[in-house]
């Protein structure tokens, strides 16, 4: 009731340290199963392969956004659909590291011109899973992500892949989730028990 907007879904935390990866072919866990739902809920919201861009965001760092964007890609890929996920918070990526493949070069390479397409697109180790790494942190993230350079590499990924998916940094501390929204067609933003202040909920 605090938040005027559409809730795709709710996850359990799984007590314990938990795994990165949740989700994947013939898991039936209660946390996969309502990651399948959230799948579910965001295609009524309008993703498909017509509207096939997604960013992930949250208020603060540490309220699963990553998770979330990863297992989400995860998903889309079982249903048969080839999924770009964007590691594009930057300042702080987490996503190579947990899918075992390197963060250099990447996004942040490729928009000052020292790198090309296909060296910041990366296979990983689940099939149709393709990860946009973020590369060296700049010292401008803000202005990279504002230009025309990634504006052109968004719209190549999304004619490129069935989805695409980003990653975002938090909208609190940084104005780059902001930004990008502009080049998504939905907007999800996590919201976690315990961690996600409630001075932040208007901000949704």
């Known amino acids: 009731e605090k938040i005027k907007m559409p809730v795709m879904g709710e996850l359990v935390q799984v007590p314990g340290k938990g795994e990165a990866i949740v989700i994947g072919d013939g898991k039936r866990t209660v946390v ?23 960013l ?22 079982l249903t048969g659909k080839t999924v770009a996920l964007m590691e594009m918070d930057l300042r702080k990526p987490k996503l190579s590291k947990i899918l075992g493949v390197s963060k250099r070069p990447g996004t942040s390479s490729y928009l000052v011109g020292k790198a090309e397409l296909k060296d910041i697109v990366k296979k990983t180790h689940i099939d149709r899973l393709y990860l946009v790494s973020a590369g060296p942190v700049p010292p401008n993230p803000t202005e990279l992500i504002s230009g025309e350079k990634f504006a052109e590499l968004v719209e190549i990924l999304k004619k490129e892949y069935d989805y695409v998916i980003m990653d975002t940094a938090p909208v609190s501390p940084v104005a780059d989730a902001q930004l990008l929204q502009n080049y998504c067609d939905i907007s999800l933003f996590v919201v976690r028990h315990a961690v996600t202040p409630r001075v932040f909920l208007p901000m949704v």
């Open 56 to 77: 992930v965001t949250s208020s603060i760092s540490g309220e699963g956004k990553s998770f979330v964007a990863m297992n989400l890609a995860i998903s889309l890929t």
């Open 32 to 54: 996969a199963e309502q990651f399948r739902a959230v799948r579910t809920n965001l295609a009524f919201m309008g993703l498909s392969e017509k509207k096939n861009s997604l």
